[in-house]
C-alpha cells in the first residue's frame, strides 16, 4: 500500500463521480422514485439491499447508535454509514481528504455532524473521553498496519470508559482481498494482536459476513486504564 499522500481515496471518489455522472440523470431519477439516495459509496453496496451490509448496520451500528450517544466515523465517503448515525446527539465525520468530507457536507445537512479534516491518524477538535462509539467501514481495509496502530494508540483517549469501537479491515486469509490491489496486508491475527497491544479488550470478531475482509469490536480494558 502506498502511504498517506496517495491519491487511491481522491481516485475512488472521483471514479465514483464519473459512473454517477453518465446517464446520471435517469439513473438519480430512478434511484429517487425507488426511495434510495444517490451518494458516494453505494458503488461498493447499499446497506438497504445488500444482506451482508445490512447484517452490519443491524448489528455493528444501530445498536450503538441513539440521542445521547457522542459518535466518531472515520471515513464517511458521501454517508453511505452516517445515514444511519443521524439519531445520535453528535457524529464527528473524520476525513484526511476534505473534498470528501465536503461529499458527505452536501448530501447530508443535518446539525449534529461536525466535520474533523485531520492528518491521517489523529483527531483535532475532538475532547478527551467524549466518544460512546467509533465506527469505520470502508477506510481500514486500505490503511497499512503501522497507521493502523497510530490510529489505534490516538482513538483510545477519546473513548468514554464504556465506549465501543467497530472497524472493518482487510483480511489477506480470503482471496478476494488478495486479489485487491488498494488493500492493506491484514488478517485477524495482525489486527488482534495490534489492538491488544493499545490494552483494548476485544468484545466480538467476525471473520464470516464479508468476503474480503472483517470486522472487529474492541473497548478499553478498564484494568489497565
Same mark, same amino acid.
Not at 454517508?79 to 476525513?95: F, N, P
Given at each position: ?12 471518489? /472521483? ?51 441513539? /440521542? ?33 468530507l465536503n461529499e458527505l457536507k452536501a448530501n ?61 479491515? /482487510? ?5 478476494? /482481498? ?48
Amino acid at each position: 500500500m502506498p502511504d498517506l499522500n496517495t491519491n487511491i481515496h481522491l481516485d475512488m471518489f /472521483a471514479a465514483g463521480k464519473r459512473k454517477r455522472s453518465f446517464a446520471a440523470r435517469l439513473k438519480k431519477a430512478i434511484m429517487v422514485l425507488r426511495g434510495k439516495d444517490d451518494i458516494y459509496g453505494l458503488e461498493w453496496g447499499d446497506p438497504e439491499t445488500n444482506p451482508p451490509l445490512q447484517y452490519v448496520r443491524d448489528h455493528f451500528l444501530l445498536p450503538y447508535i441513539s /440521542a445521547d450517544k457522542t459518535v466518531v466515523e472515520i471515513g464517511p465517503g458521501g454517508g453511505r454509514w452516517t445515514r444511519y448515525m443521524l439519531s445520535a446527539k453528535r457524529i464527528y465525520a473524520v476525513d484526511y481528504h476534505p473534498e470528501i468530507l465536503n461529499e458527505l457536507k452536501a448530501n447530508i445537512t443535518t446539525t449534529n455532524i461536525v466535520p474533523v479534516t485531520n492528518s491521517g491518524d489523529d483527531f483535532p477538535s475532538i475532547p478527551e473521553g467524549s466518544i460512546d462509539f467509533l465506527f469505520s467501514f470502508g477506510t481500514f481495509v486500505h490503511l497499512d498496519l503501522d497507521i493502523i496502530d497510530r490510529y489505534l494508540k490516538n482513538i483510545k483517549p477519546l473513548l468514554k470508559a464504556e465506549g465501543e469501537v467497530v472497524i472493518q479491515y /482487510a483480511d489477506f486469509t480470503k482471496p478476494l /482481498a488478495q486479489t485487491n490491489e488498494g488493500f492493506s496486508n491484514n488478517d485477524p491475527d495482525k489486527m488482534r494482536q495490534l489492538v491488544k497491544s493499545h490494552g483494548y479488550v476485544i468484545k466480538e470478531e467476525d471473520v464470516k459476513t464479508m468476503w474480503h475482509s472483517s470486522i472487529i469490536r474492541f473497548g478499553r480494558d478498564h484494568l489497565v486504564g
